[in-house]
């Protein structure tokens, strides 16, 4: 399009260009560098977390290299599949970025240990291989089980599902090719790569001095627990009561909004204006716009053309506000401190209503519920009167309501209208033909083509209809003079009833019902607690006449529809989950145990929100989600060794410990640098940032207390869900 418009530019005649004043190209660029920027960022916060945890270059290089493997993985995936790189999809990699190298910390990790305990004499092959085996299945059970968490996503529908599906497939290509990478290539660089140690190097290395310093204070912790089990039991309660407690006081909404850097302002003026007068109040409120610091340009349009599906009359206008960067604004970052200030300045104008959007925001609005606001009320009925008075009875109760703004009913009157009817005794009294009178009404004040003027090959019909002093009032159409036979001219007056009323200006219709909508905006407040308590308000102070009834819709009905599928469909993907763990560990207890850190990690990512003063959204429950796996699959690592410690016949409480002790640095690798690959998105603040940061605050949140149960509780409550079998083994 850019490159048409340049060529069309070099054909136009000096000093005429085309200039756009809004592309939705800036906003694309600006949210894929955003999450491209924290992409490379946490890329380089997790590489130098395992260069800090595993102690040498070469074992970091092993787990390093699978971030690589595994983005690449995903990209030559999404050009087979025909993805975009997008917000999202390239989110969902960003999310990725501390999972992807999980397993492969696991792998490394275990052949670590096992090339400094082994006995020298055995082949360095044959410890990298025992390595491998002893965690390759959990590996295997823990990505996978990942990657089956992000199955509700793949089942949303509509404007969620067109939202959602590319994180979810971008997170499970790149989580398949960690798989391949952990399971297939981490063993043989770690073959090749890292170095055994020999029996004459005494001296700790930086990862022994570093797991030195964490199992000083963890040992003594882990011990407490494993012989206060009492403790562990009440610890885990009571987070889950204090979660219980702060979940009902977050608000919930479908997504964040997305400041996208330009905002709409649609003016509605009464229908009988003049599309000069439409044009002077439309100047006068660009001219206050211009003067708030933070707009450098204000575009306008006064209606919107006939064709096409989207048809505006002369008394609705749009206004892009173009901003500043956001850095030079009063406030940065801060854009409902100027869409409060233009909410004052329009109110302050008799005779203009406003609504404020963004473009984007207002294309999904309108495609929803035909509304350009991000809530819509549909009142249902069958006489337009009826229909008209108490819609203006919602919206004024509607406007009391805290958090309600720019609230506004359909206009579905208020046209002025000049009605003929034609009277046919009369015609037939006069000899006329009713045909005749139509055609003489229709080319006298409409007009008729009478025929094209050329200009080169350029050609433009003749419009032929009476001058404006003849048709632009009542008497002068009451006489127009309608040709009889014998020459006689009879004025219209004689022949038909002329009178002016005032009619509808649109019927709209929903299942061949009548209906009219009104539409508001919801400011500092979550829009599910604000329907909530409008319909309650409505429902005590409306009274609808029989056959009458409301529907709530717009970005509430999306969220609505976003969590009754996701409750079908969560339920559904736990009880796979928890068949995988009973496959891996052949024992419902174990299994169990491990299902525990759901609720924990669920804990976390819900008080996490209620601090960063967050609502529950969309994007929130596919941080949720992501926490399932991640809690899952530390869960089973650590589970994986206890039972083999006990299978080998140490004592279980023993057992606990010295696996807790010997699982503590994968476990805090894993939490740690997937924590960190997200703080880059927590911590955002460019174009799209609003969508990703309730992710990236849940999954943060959840991996702080997910892993506090893992290293503390399963350990401690691992002797009570252990097999009889196992014990007495």
């Not at 990657?147 to 969620?160: A, H, Q, S």
């Not at 500092?524 to 429902?539: C, L, M, P, Y």
Request: charged letters at 20%; glycine letters at 8%.
């Amino acid at each position: 399009v850019e490159q048409k418009i340049q060529g069309i530019n070099r054909t136009l005649p000096e000093g005429v260009s085309i200039v756009p004043y809004y592309q939705q190209k800036d906003i694309v660029e600006g949210a894929v560098n955003t999450v491209s920027s924290a992409l490379i960022q946490g890329i380089i916060l997790v590489a130098l977390v395992l260069l800090v945890f595993m102690g040498g270059f070469r074992p970091s290089l092993v787990v390093a290299l699978s971030i690589p493997f595994s983005v690449m993985f995903a990209f030559i995936a999404m050009g087979l599949l025909d993805m975009s790189a997008n917000l999202m999809s390239l989110g969902g990699l960003a999310i990725a970025i501390g999972m992807m190298v999980d397993g492969t910390i696991v792998m490394v990790e275990n052949v670590d240990r096992l090339l400094r305990e082994s006995n020298p004499d055995e082949s360095r092959l044959h410890v990298v291989g025992r390595a491998c085996r002893e965690v390759g299945q959990p590996i295997l059970f823990a990505i996978a089980i990942i990657i089956i968490v992000f199955l509700p996503l793949f089942t949303l529908e509509g404007v969620e599902g067109k939202t959602f599906r590319p994180l979810a497939y971008t997170v499970a290509l790149a989580m398949l090719g960690s798989l391949v990478y952990a399971l297939f290539l981490a063993p043989v660089l770690s073959d090749v790569l890292m170095r055994r140690k020999s029996v004459e190097d005494v001296k700790l290395g930086l990862d022994e001095r570093i797991l030195n310093a964490l199992l000083k204070p963890y040992r003594p912790l882990v011990e407490f627990f494993v012989n206060n089990r009492k403790i562990a039991v009440a610890l885990s309660g009571g987070l889950l009561l204090l979660g219980m407690v702060i979940f009902p006081f977050l608000g919930s909404e479908f997504t964040p909004k997305l400041q996208e850097g330009t905002i709409v302002v649609r003016l509605t003026m009464a229908p009988s204006i003049s599309i000069n007068e439409s044009k002077r109040n439309t100047l006068i409120v660009e001219r206050r716009l211009l003067k708030i610091p933070e707009v450098t340009e204000v575009t306008s349009r006064i209606g919107r053309g006939e064709v096409g599906a989207h048809a505006d009359p002369i008394n609705s206008a749009e206004m892009y506000i173009i901003l500043k960067d956001k850095g030079e604004w009063r406030e940065p970052g801060n854009q409902a401190l100027i869409e409060k200030e233009i909410r004052q300045t329009v109110a302050e104008l008799p005779g203009i209503t406003a609504n404020l959007t963004q473009p984007i925001e207002m294309t999904v609005d309108e495609l929803l519920e035909g509304v350009r606001a991000e809530l819509a009320v549909k009142l249902f009925g069958d006489d337009l009167g009826q229909l008209k008075s108490k819609a203006d009875e919602i919206a004024a109760v509607i406007k009391k309501v805290e958090g309600a703004a720019d609230v506004q009913v359909d206009q579905v009157s208020g046209t002025p209208q000049l009605v003929i009817t034609p009277d046919r005794l009369a015609i037939a009294r006069y000899g006329l033909n009713l045909a005749d009178v139509q055609d003489v009404i229709s080319s006298a004040i409409g007009g008729v083509t009478a025929g094209q003027v050329f200009e080169g090959i350029r050609r433009f019909d003749i419009l032929v209809r009476y001058q404006k002093q003849d048709r632009d009032s009542i008497e002068a159409i009451r006489n127009l003079l309608i040709s009889g036979p014998d020459g006689i001219k009879v004025p219209l007056a004689q022949i038909a009833t002329i009178e002016e009323i005032v009619g509808p200006r649109q019927i709209t219709r929903e299942n061949n019902q009548r209906f009219i909508s009104i539409q508001a905006n919801v400011i500092d407040r979550d829009i599910v607690s604000f329907v909530e308590e409008a319909q309650e308000v409505i429902d005590n102070k409306i009274k609808l006449p029989p056959g009458y009834f409301t529907t709530w819709g717009g970005q509430f009905r999306l969220q609505q529809e976003a969590n009754k599928r996701l409750a079908v469909v969560i339920p559904v993907t736990l009880i796979i989950i928890s068949l995988l763990l009973y496959s891996s560990f052949g024992s419902v207890k174990n299994a169990a145990l491990i299902l525990l850190n759901i609720p924990l990690a669920l804990v976390g990512g819900v008080i996490a929100l209620w601090i960063s003063g967050q609502n529950l959204s969309v994007p929130a429950s596919v941080g949720f989600i992501a926490l399932f796996g991640i809690a899952l699959e530390n869960g089973m690592v650590l589970m994986t060794y206890l039972n083999q410690l006990v299978k080998d016949g140490v004592p279980i409480d023993e057992a606990s410990i010295k696996g807790a002790c010997l699982r503590v640095r994968p476990v805090l690798m894993t939490a740690v640098t997937t924590a960190l690959g997200l703080i880059p998105l927590l911590l955002a603040s460019g174009t799209g940032s609003e969508v990703q940061k309730p992710l990236a605050t849940v999954v943060v949140g959840g991996l702080v207390t997910s892993t506090l149960l893992t290293l503390l509780v399963i350990p401690a409550l691992h002797k009570c869900f252990v097999t009889e079998a196992r014990q007495a083994k």
